[in-house]
């Protein structure tokens, strides 16, 4: 389903997947947070090390269910565990690669620096963080011509009217995006040095904040 609402996802899987083989460490942990189906756990686990340990964590029991499924049918080497557990409430432990597929976005804003704070924290010298989210823009214009457009990519991917509709009922003060500006920011107030935008399209990004 994710694929038919995010305009360029198949792109943000690639870079997840390079990133993990340009940045993972040897002997490191990596974590997916909010690992959902496994899509971007996958692309990260078949770019490891072998020494590495892939941490998946989703807080919805059913997703980590099918996640476990999804991952017992790769014969990557990589060790990986997939976990029930809240985000917020992850320790993340001598990591060289963190990553959060539009995870961020459904965190209450209060707790959101919070989490970014325990990545910056938990990642080794040289450690990553890809930050994939749905961004919303200030100036009014943009706005509304990539609302549009998002809204057009989606009739073309089959949705239906009624189910936009539906969709974005669900998600109403539920998905609460922010700013790019907003999310450079937060990684650099969590102790990140570095933040470059490695994808925009229309309005979804992926941020790689460097430690």
């Not at 099918?66 to 997939?82: F, G, H, L, M, T």
């Amino acid at each position: 389903m994710i694929e038919r609402s995010v305009p360029g996802y198949p792109l943000i899987l690639d870079i997840i997947g390079i990133s993990t083989e340009h940045f993972a460490q040897p002997n490191t942990h990596c974590y997916d947070l909010g690992c959902s189906l496994g899509a971007s756990t996958l692309q990260i686990r078949q770019h490891l090390p072998d020494s590495c340990q892939l941490i998946g964590i989703d807080n919805s029991l059913d997703m980590v269910e099918r996640c476990k499924a999804n991952v017992a049918r790769d014969n990557s080497p990589a060790a990986i565990e997939i976990r029930h557990e809240d985000v917020r409430t992850t320790r993340i432990e001598n990591a060289s690669v963190v990553v959060m597929n539009f995870t961020l976005q459904f965190i209450p804003e209060a707790d959101r620096e919070r989490v970014l704070k325990n990545i910056s924290d938990g990642l080794v010298e040289g450690g990553v963080f890809l930050l994939c989210e749905k961004v919303k823009f200030d100036d009014n214009d943009q706005q509304t011509l990539f609302e549009n457009l998002h809204l057009s990519f989606k009739r073309l991917m089959g949705y239906s009217d009624l189910e936009i509709a539906q969709k974005r009922a669900a998600l109403e003060n539920v998905l609460i995006p922010n700013t790019i500006d907003e999310l450079k920011e937060r990684a650099i107030r969590a102790g990140f040095s570095r933040t470059e935008l490695v994808v925009q399209c229309l309005n979804f990004v992926a941020i790689l904040a460097i430690k």
